[in-house]
């Protein structure tokens, strides 16, 4: 692999991070406003908290993709497999 494919490869997985961070980012800040606002417009009646659980379980699928998903069956796990299936028939 030559430097300009792992130089994209980097920036890509750069962008994924970015991207995930930036996520968690507005759960927190939509989230924190929408928390506001139930509590000033109907404090005896939580609402927030559905956004809250639906985007969050959103967001967790997000970072299982971004923090787990190049290991489990993804890139990293490919050209592992790549290497493995390789070697095997070397032997044979």
């Known amino acids: 692999m030559d ?9 890509n997985r750069v962008d994924e991070i970015r991207g995930f961070y ?3 980012a507005a759960y927190i800040a939509v989230n924190l406003l ?17 956004v809250t659980i639906f985007w969050g379980i959103g967001l967790v699928f997000h970072a299982l993709g971004v923090f ?7 890139r990293e796990w490919e050209e592992r497999k790549i ?3 390789m070697e095997r028939e070397e032997r044979r």
């Open 22 to 24: 930036m996520h968690l």
């Open 83 to 85: 290497r493995e299936i």
């Open 68 to 74: 787990v998903g190049g290991r489990v069956f993804g």
């Open 3 to 11: 430097e300009q494919e792992r130089y994209a490869r980097a920036k």
């Open 34 to 50: 929408l928390f506001g606002i139930n509590m000033v417009i109907s404090p005896g009646a939580l609402w927030f908290y559905w």
